[in-house]
Structure formats: C-alpha cells, structure tokens
C-alpha cells in the first residue's frame, strides 16, 4: 500500500517560526544559564560517515525538563548546487511525559545557537564593542553573526571579506538594512588593524587569517569543527597564545579544535565558556581568540528558549536563514 506524506506536524516549525523562537539576547541569556544548570547532560556526539562523502550527526541533550536530539546531515557535495549542505530537525521532549512538543528547524537552531554562543562570549571577553567588526565568511555564519553583534552587543561597523563577491556584497546589504555601516574587503589580513572585533565564519577549507590580530582584538572562529580542519593559521593561534588568552566553547573542544591543535597548542589545558561565567578573565591586555566547535547544550539551551516561548511566526521582514550552518 503506498504511503501517503502527510501534512507537517503538530509542533513543528519552519525555518522562519524556528527564529522567531530565538531572539538573540534572551539567546544568549539561555546560554549563560544552562551553563549553570548542574541537571544538564550531554552525551557526546555520534558522527556517521555516509557512503557519498557526507556525514550524518546525531546530538543529544537533557536536563530535568526538557530532551532534545538535533539530527543533521553534512553534505559537502551540495555546496553550490542549491541543495542546502546541511539539513535536519532538532526533536524536543518533555521529560516528565515523554510527549515530543516541538520540531524545530535544524540549521536554523544551528546557525542561531552558534552565533549566540559568540555573542555571549563577546559580551564578557570583548573589549571594544563597537567595532569595526570584521566578518570574514559571507555563508550562513557569516549573516548569524551580523545579526547577533549588531542587534546584541550594538556593533555600528562591519567589514565583510570573503572569496565570493557576491556573497560580501549580499551581507553588506543585510548590515544596511539594520541600520549599520558597512562595507567589503578585499584582503582579510589587511583587515585586521583596523578592527577589534573579527568573526571567522569559513567552510575552514583553508586558511583565511595569517596576520596577528590587534592587541585589543576579539575573535571568534566558528568555522572548523574537527582536528583535520583550520581557518586560522597556526602562527595566527600561537600569536595570541603567547600574547594574550584563548577559550574554547566546551571541553569537547579540546580534542575537535582543529586551529589549536594544528598550531601545536595544548588545548586541554585551555578554559571554556563555562569557565569565564564562573569568574575567569581574560588578561588586561592581549587578544582574546573565541574557538567554537559546536556542543549539543548549546542546542539544548535553544530547545529551552523555543519552549518558552512558543511557536509564534517571525515578524515582518525576519530574514529566514540559510539551511547550512556548523555543526
């Protein structure tokens, strides 16, 4: 008998109604607070590899309330060919029932959380948050973290870099539209002198940034997510570790962080976002280098925040993200 598709559903959310469940702010507050939260498990994260090249992630997490497992697929061999590289769903439960309650859009909870997860990390790491911030990547990151340091830590000033034209002046366009200055670069490295605040938000296929970044920079690289991977060159990683202060996003970090790791560093020594919330600074002077993997408790943390606050649709003129993001 075939099988007939049914219609979406019940609690399940577009790419669209998923961000409107994600304001950055209170984003990045659900951060901050499940960090604190001693009830919040999180196994660590299957990967399979898929006959064509790509990769399948299965991500999940709980705490007292709430269970969620975001699963993903990492399809390389679609970049540029309209398929979206990334595509899946985070699936949410009420611990005390059983009940699935929602169905999210998994890029989009990829894409927010990791930009959230920056700004959090800006918020306490950053010390010039005007800007210019210098986004290197134009991809979905690249426009994640526009949103997120524009409409959450107030940045004025954006620079774009990136090797598709198009794609710099796109997000120079979405800068202008929230009401900020903006414009595209050529040469990232040439960049760096000018701007105390850099989000590297690349496919991590090479290496972007060589030049050592400002004394007073912040930098948050997203973009490689496992030990084979860099954007970031190792003289660039070991610069700031001489000079100033690196942490990383989770302690999962310490065995994925490709930058680091290729640049001869020990990141297991090194501290995490936990660690900043529960007092520790970054060094009066000195760049700070942000190394962001990826971690199931930030999707937890976006799985709490959807939960709250329901399945409304976005507002007028809320841009639906790409689906591709990091893992």
Same mark, same amino acid.
């Given at each position: 008998?075939?099988?007939?598709?049914?219609?979406?559903?019940?609690?399940?959310?577009?790419?669209?109604?998923?961000?409107?469940?994600?304001?950055?702010?209170? +984003?990045?507050? @659900?951060?901050?607070?499940?960090l604190q939260d001693n009830t919040? =498990?999180?196994?660590?994260?299957?990967? $399979?590899?898929?006959?064509? %090249?790509?990769?399948?992630?299965?991500?999940?997490?709980?705490?007292?309330?709430?269970?969620?497992?975001?699963?993903?697929? $990492?399809?390389?061999?679609?970049? %540029?060919?309209?398929?979206?590289?990334?595509?899946?769903?985070?699936?949410?439960?009420?611990?005390?029932?059983?009940?699935?309650?929602?169905? +999210?859009? &998994?890029? *989009?909870?990829?894409?927010?959380?990791?930009?959230?997860? =920056?700004?959090?990390?800006?918020?306490?790491l950053a010390r010039d948050r005007?800007?210019? $911030? +210098?986004?290197? %990547?134009? &991809?979905?990151?690249?426009?994640?973290?526009?949103?997120?340091?524009?409409?959450?830590?107030?940045?004025?000033?954006?620079?774009?870099?990136?090797?598709?034209?198009?794609?710099? @002046?796109?997000?120079?366009?979405?800068?202008?539209?929230?009401?900020?200055? !903006?414009?595209?670069?050529?040469?990232?490295?040439?960049?760096?002198?000018?701007?105390? $605040?850099?989000?590297?938000?690349?496919?991590?296929?090479?290496?972007v940034l060589s030049a050592p970044?400002?004394?007073?920079?912040?930098?948050?690289?997203? &973009? !490689?997510?496992?030990?084979?991977?860099?954007?970031?060159?190792?003289?660039?990683?070991?610069?700031?570790?001489?000079?100033?202060?690196?942490?990383?996003?989770? @302690?999962?970090?310490?065995?994925?962080?490709?930058?680091?790791?290729? !640049? &001869?560093?020990?990141?297991?020594?090194?501290?995490?976002?936990?660690?900043?919330?529960?007092?520790?600074?970054?060094?009066?002077?000195?760049?700070?280098?942000?190394?962001?993997?990826?971690?199931? %408790?930030?999707?937890?943390?976006?799985?709490?925040?959807?939960?709250?606050?329901? *399945?409304?649709? !976005?507002?007028?003129?809320?841009?639906?993200?790409?689906?591709?993001?990091?893992?």
């Amino acid at each position: 008998m075939p099988i007939t598709p049914s219609s979406q559903a019940p609690g399940a959310l577009n790419a669209a109604a998923t961000a409107a469940c994600l304001p950055w702010d209170a +984003l990045a507050d @659900e951060i901050a607070t499940l960090l604190q939260d001693n009830t919040v =498990s999180v196994p660590a994260r299957t990967v $399979l590899s898929l006959p064509q %090249g790509g990769n399948l992630f299965v991500m999940p997490a709980n705490d007292s309330r709430v269970a969620m497992a975001k699963l993903i697929t $990492l399809t390389p061999a679609n970049t %540029g060919t309209g398929r979206p590289a990334i595509q899946g769903d985070v699936v949410v439960f009420d611990v005390a029932t059983g009940e699935r309650r929602l169905v +999210l859009d &998994g890029p *989009t909870i990829t894409a927010r959380r990791t930009a959230a997860v =920056s700004l959090l990390a800006a918020r306490h790491l950053a010390r010039d948050r005007q800007g210019p $911030l +210098l986004i290197v %990547g134009a &991809g979905v990151q690249g426009l994640a973290h526009l949103e997120a340091f524009v409409l959450g830590l107030g940045v004025r000033d954006v620079w774009v870099a990136s090797r598709s034209a198009a794609g710099a @002046e796109a997000l120079v366009r979405r800068a202008h539209a929230l009401g900020v200055q !903006a414009r595209t670069v050529a040469d990232a490295d040439a960049a760096l002198p000018h701007c105390p $605040l850099i989000a590297v938000c690349t496919p991590a296929h090479s290496v972007v940034l060589s030049a050592p970044p400002r004394p007073d920079a912040f930098v948050a690289a997203v &973009g !490689a997510f496992t030990p084979a991977m860099a954007e970031l060159a190792p003289a660039f990683c070991r610069h700031v570790a001489a000079h100033g202060h690196i942490v990383v996003d989770s @302690e999962d970090a310490r065995h994925e962080a490709g930058d680091l790791l290729q !640049a &001869g560093l020990d990141v297991g020594t090194l501290p995490t976002l936990r660690d900043v919330l529960q007092g520790e600074r970054a060094p009066p002077a000195g760049p700070v280098l942000f190394k962001s993997c990826g971690w199931a %408790g930030w999707d937890l943390a976006a799985a709490r925040l959807a939960m709250r606050l329901g *399945t409304g649709a !976005a507002p007028p003129g809320q841009p639906t993200p790409p689906p591709q993001a990091t893992p």
